[in-house]
């Protein structure tokens, strides 16, 4: 409602309405959000989590469903997620880490998605114990697994999060990455394909 967006500004608030529905009237006009909350600086994606939090409706038109696969590194045994997850924004990583290649840069929006999706990730889960009795024996059986995600239910709308970072376990470092990344303006995601609507970034120090 407008009465539960009106932390946003009366400009920022009817700004956010029509790029989240599609009906920006001015392509890629940009619209500063200089408020933040509680006096505190916030990324782009937070603020957009505050917007959702706030707006069910707009919620309900970027929320999608996804379900997780789990692979064993070691004897490639599978487990998936008991249940679909909901999500309201997919957050991918602009690199990845090849056996052979090293690490590739991925240079449009299109090569992350596709790369989020189809190349597994290592990710700690605490409740993953791998089911092989091989990698019991060894001990191996609780080293993090490997992540696939599948798209179950598309949302109307698409957000996709630009992961700038990669953690680094061993130095406690997140290192940005800083190089150039295409947009994709007619994203392909399995039978879907999205319109690029609009940008949103974090501009500052912090």
């Known amino acids: 409602s407008q009465a539960a967006l ?44 505050r917007l959702f939090a706030v707006a069910p409706s707009l919620a309900q038109s970027v929320t999608g469903e996804v379900l997780s696969r789990f692979r064993c590194c070691h004897c490639g045994v599978e487990q998936a997620a008991h249940s679909t997850e909901p999500f309201k924004a997919i957050a991918v990583a602009l690199t990845r880490e090849h056996e052979t290649e090293g690490v590739i840069l991925l240079e449009s929006v299109q090569d992350a998605i596709d790369a989020h999706f189809s190349i597994p990730e290592r990710v700690e889960l605490a409740a993953w114990e791998c089911s092989s009795q091989s990698c019991a024996s060894r001990g191996c059986h609780r080293d993090m697994p490997l992540k696939t995600s599948t798209i179950m239910q598309a949302p109307n709308t698409l957000i996709i999060q630009l992961k700038r970072w990669k953690w680094h376990e061993q130095t406690q470092i997140a290192e940005v990455t800083a190089h150039g990344v295409l947009p994709t303006e007619r994203l392909s995601l399995g039978n879907h394909t999205y319109v690029l609507r609009a940008v949103v970034s974090h501009e500052g120090d912090a």
Request: charged letters at 25%; glycine letters at 12%.
């Open 6 to 49: 009106k932390d946003f500004g009366s400009d920022g608030r009817l700004a956010a309405a029509r790029l989240l529905a599609g009906r920006a009237t001015i392509p890629f006009a940009p619209v500063y959000f200089l408020e933040g909350h509680d006096g505190r600086q916030e990324d782009a994606m937070e603020y957009l989590t």
